[in-house]
Protein backbone atom coordinates (compact mmCIF):
# COMPACT_ATOMS: atom_id res chain seq x y z
CA UNK A 1 0.00 0.00 0.00
CA UNK A 2 1.30 3.51 -1.12
CA UNK A 3 2.11 5.94 1.68
CA UNK A 4 -0.49 8.96 1.89
CA UNK A 5 1.45 12.07 2.24
CA UNK A 6 -1.50 15.01 2.24
CA UNK A 7 0.21 18.63 1.25
CA UNK A 8 -1.48 22.04 2.36
CA UNK A 9 -3.56 23.56 1.61
CA UNK A 10 -5.96 20.60 1.60
CA UNK A 11 -9.15 20.82 -0.52
CA UNK A 12 -12.53 18.80 0.34
CA UNK A 13 -11.46 16.22 -2.35
CA UNK A 14 -8.34 15.20 -0.83
CA UNK A 15 -9.90 13.85 2.00
CA UNK A 16 -13.26 12.14 0.19
CA UNK A 17 -11.48 8.51 0.30
CA UNK A 18 -9.78 8.78 4.02
CA UNK A 19 -11.56 6.78 6.32
CA UNK A 20 -11.45 6.18 10.20
CA UNK A 21 -8.27 3.55 11.17
CA UNK A 22 -6.27 5.27 7.85
CA UNK A 23 -2.66 6.06 8.21
CA UNK A 24 -1.43 9.37 6.89
CA UNK A 25 1.29 12.06 6.58
CA UNK A 26 1.17 15.75 6.33
CA UNK A 27 3.70 18.04 4.60
CA UNK A 28 3.13 22.25 4.95
CA UNK A 29 1.71 24.20 7.21
CA UNK A 30 0.64 22.74 10.95
CA UNK A 31 -0.19 25.29 13.48
CA UNK A 32 0.26 24.61 17.40
CA UNK A 33 -3.38 25.54 18.83
CA UNK A 34 -4.80 24.53 22.35
CA UNK A 35 -7.40 25.56 24.50
CA UNK A 36 -6.93 29.06 25.25
CA UNK A 37 -6.47 29.77 21.36
CA UNK A 38 -9.65 28.00 21.06
CA UNK A 39 -11.36 29.99 23.82
CA UNK A 40 -9.80 33.44 22.23
CA UNK A 41 -12.13 32.89 18.80
CA UNK A 42 -15.48 31.14 20.15
CA UNK A 43 -15.67 32.76 23.49
CA UNK A 44 -14.11 35.94 23.21
CA UNK A 45 -14.82 36.39 19.31
CA UNK A 46 -10.84 37.46 18.74
CA UNK A 47 -9.95 36.51 15.53
CA UNK A 48 -7.19 34.37 14.99
CA UNK A 49 -3.62 36.05 13.72
CA UNK A 50 -3.33 32.94 10.86
CA UNK A 51 -5.42 31.93 8.33
CA UNK A 52 -5.66 28.53 8.83
CA UNK A 53 -7.96 27.75 5.62
CA UNK A 54 -7.05 24.06 4.28
CA UNK A 55 -4.20 24.13 7.08
CA UNK A 56 -3.68 21.52 9.85
CA UNK A 57 -4.03 22.33 13.63
CA UNK A 58 -1.70 20.67 16.36
CA UNK A 59 -3.46 20.21 19.96
CA UNK A 60 0.21 20.70 21.55
CA UNK A 61 2.15 22.36 23.62
CA UNK A 62 6.63 22.47 22.44
CA UNK A 63 8.85 23.15 23.91
CA UNK A 64 10.77 25.84 21.78
CA UNK A 65 14.47 27.26 21.72
CA UNK A 66 15.19 31.18 21.53
CA UNK A 67 17.56 31.13 18.74
CA UNK A 68 17.58 35.38 18.68
CA UNK A 69 16.31 37.56 16.38
CA UNK A 70 12.87 36.37 15.85
CA UNK A 71 14.12 32.76 15.23
CA UNK A 72 13.37 29.31 17.24
CA UNK A 73 13.71 26.00 16.79
CA UNK A 74 11.28 23.11 17.74
CA UNK A 75 12.51 20.55 20.70
CA UNK A 76 9.73 18.37 21.39
CA UNK A 77 5.80 18.88 20.25
CA UNK A 78 3.95 15.87 21.39
CA UNK A 79 -0.26 16.16 21.65
CA UNK A 80 -1.75 17.40 24.54
CA UNK A 81 -5.54 15.54 24.97
CA UNK A 82 -7.93 16.82 21.95
CA UNK A 83 -11.14 16.21 24.56
CA UNK A 84 -10.57 19.79 26.21
CA UNK A 85 -10.88 21.12 22.91
CA UNK A 86 -14.39 19.52 21.92
CA UNK A 87 -16.96 21.81 23.39
CA UNK A 88 -14.60 24.66 20.39
CA UNK A 89 -13.83 22.00 17.41
CA UNK A 90 -17.09 22.23 15.89
CA UNK A 91 -17.42 25.96 15.59
CA UNK A 92 -13.75 26.60 15.16
CA UNK A 93 -13.47 24.16 12.01
CA UNK A 94 -16.26 25.97 10.58
CA UNK A 95 -14.70 29.50 11.31
CA UNK A 96 -11.59 28.99 10.35
CA UNK A 97 -11.91 25.89 7.13
CA UNK A 98 -9.37 24.23 9.31
CA UNK A 99 -9.32 20.75 7.52
CA UNK A 100 -6.63 18.74 9.96
CA UNK A 101 -6.90 18.19 13.38
CA UNK A 102 -4.26 16.46 15.64
CA UNK A 103 -3.91 15.51 18.85
CA UNK A 104 -4.00 12.84 21.47
CA UNK A 105 -7.01 10.86 22.40
CA UNK A 106 -10.65 10.56 20.45
CA UNK A 107 -13.44 13.60 20.08
CA UNK A 108 -17.39 13.38 20.36
CA UNK A 109 -20.08 14.64 19.00
CA UNK A 110 -19.33 17.88 18.30
CA UNK A 111 -15.91 17.22 16.30
CA UNK A 112 -17.84 14.62 14.21
CA UNK A 113 -20.57 17.15 13.20
CA UNK A 114 -17.85 19.83 12.76
CA UNK A 115 -15.53 16.92 10.29
CA UNK A 116 -18.82 16.42 8.49
CA UNK A 117 -20.43 18.97 7.89
CA UNK A 118 -17.36 21.06 6.80
CA UNK A 119 -14.89 18.12 5.38
CA UNK A 120 -12.63 17.59 7.90
CA UNK A 121 -10.08 14.74 9.60
CA UNK A 122 -9.22 14.22 13.13
CA UNK A 123 -6.27 12.54 13.59
CA UNK A 124 -4.06 11.13 16.37
CA UNK A 125 0.02 10.96 16.79
CA UNK A 126 1.00 8.57 19.03
CA UNK A 127 2.12 9.60 22.15
CA UNK A 128 5.18 9.08 23.73
CA UNK A 129 7.04 10.23 20.34
CA UNK A 130 7.51 14.45 21.05
CA UNK A 131 11.28 14.62 20.11
CA UNK A 132 10.62 12.42 16.95
CA UNK A 133 7.67 14.77 16.12
CA UNK A 134 10.46 17.62 16.44
CA UNK A 135 12.47 16.31 13.61
CA UNK A 136 9.56 16.55 11.29
CA UNK A 137 9.49 20.54 11.49
CA UNK A 138 11.39 21.95 9.10
CA UNK A 139 11.36 25.26 10.67
CA UNK A 140 9.18 27.44 12.88
CA UNK A 141 7.67 30.43 10.18
CA UNK A 142 6.16 32.50 12.72
CA UNK A 143 4.54 33.07 16.09
CA UNK A 144 1.91 34.49 17.31
CA UNK A 145 -0.03 35.03 20.84
CA UNK A 146 3.47 35.14 22.80
CA UNK A 147 1.09 36.63 25.91
CA UNK A 148 -0.02 33.30 26.48
CA UNK A 149 3.25 31.76 27.11
CA UNK A 150 5.16 29.04 25.17
CA UNK A 151 2.81 25.68 25.35
CA UNK A 152 -0.34 28.28 24.42
CA UNK A 153 0.91 30.25 21.54
CA UNK A 154 0.37 29.81 17.78
CA UNK A 155 3.56 28.13 16.71
CA UNK A 156 3.59 28.47 12.42
CA UNK A 157 5.58 24.84 11.38
CA UNK A 158 6.66 23.62 8.31
CA UNK A 159 6.43 20.07 8.31
CA UNK A 160 7.82 17.30 5.89
CA UNK A 161 5.64 13.68 6.22
CA UNK A 162 4.76 14.58 9.75
CA UNK A 163 3.54 11.36 11.37
CA UNK A 164 2.24 8.67 11.00
CA UNK A 165 -1.05 10.10 11.61
CA UNK A 166 -4.24 7.77 12.81
CA UNK A 167 -7.34 8.99 11.18
CA UNK A 168 -9.76 9.03 14.34
CA UNK A 169 -12.67 11.20 12.80
CA UNK A 170 -13.70 10.88 9.20
CA UNK A 171 -15.41 13.21 6.43
CA UNK A 172 -18.50 10.97 7.13
CA UNK A 173 -18.66 12.04 10.92
CA UNK A 174 -17.31 8.07 11.59
CA UNK A 175 -15.42 8.00 14.99
CA UNK A 176 -13.26 5.09 15.34
CA UNK A 177 -12.94 5.65 19.16
CA UNK A 178 -17.02 5.29 19.52
CA UNK A 179 -16.97 2.18 17.35
CA UNK A 180 -14.11 0.52 19.36
CA UNK A 181 -15.97 0.99 22.48
CA UNK A 182 -18.97 -0.76 21.09
CA UNK A 183 -16.70 -3.51 19.64
CA UNK A 184 -14.71 -3.98 22.67
CA UNK A 185 -17.94 -3.73 25.22
CA UNK A 186 -19.78 -6.07 23.07
CA UNK A 187 -16.39 -8.60 23.43
CA UNK A 188 -16.51 -7.83 27.51
CA UNK A 189 -19.95 -9.30 27.77
CA UNK A 190 -19.18 -11.94 25.80
CA UNK A 191 -15.70 -12.72 28.28
CA UNK A 192 -17.99 -12.24 31.15
CA UNK A 193 -20.27 -14.76 30.26
CA UNK A 194 -17.58 -17.53 29.65
CA UNK A 195 -15.36 -16.88 32.51
CA UNK A 196 -18.77 -16.68 34.69
CA UNK A 197 -19.71 -20.20 33.45
CA UNK A 198 -16.28 -21.19 34.09
CA UNK A 199 -16.15 -19.95 37.75
CA UNK A 200 -19.58 -20.51 39.20
CA UNK A 201 -18.33 -22.59 41.56
CA UNK A 202 -16.57 -19.35 43.37
CA UNK A 203 -20.48 -17.78 44.05
Not at 38 to 47: D, S
Not at 48 to 73: C, M, Q, S, T, W
Amino acid sequence: MSKKVLTTPIKDEDLKDIRIGDIIYLTGTLVTCRDVAHRRLIEEKIPLPVDLKGKAIFHAGPIVRDLGNEEYEIVSIGPTTSMRMEKFEKEFIEETGVKLIVGKGGMGKNTEEGCKNHKALHLVFPAGNAVFAATKVEQIREVHWKDLGMPESLWVCEVSEFGPLIVSIDTEGNNIFEENKVEFNKKKEEQYALISEQVRFIK
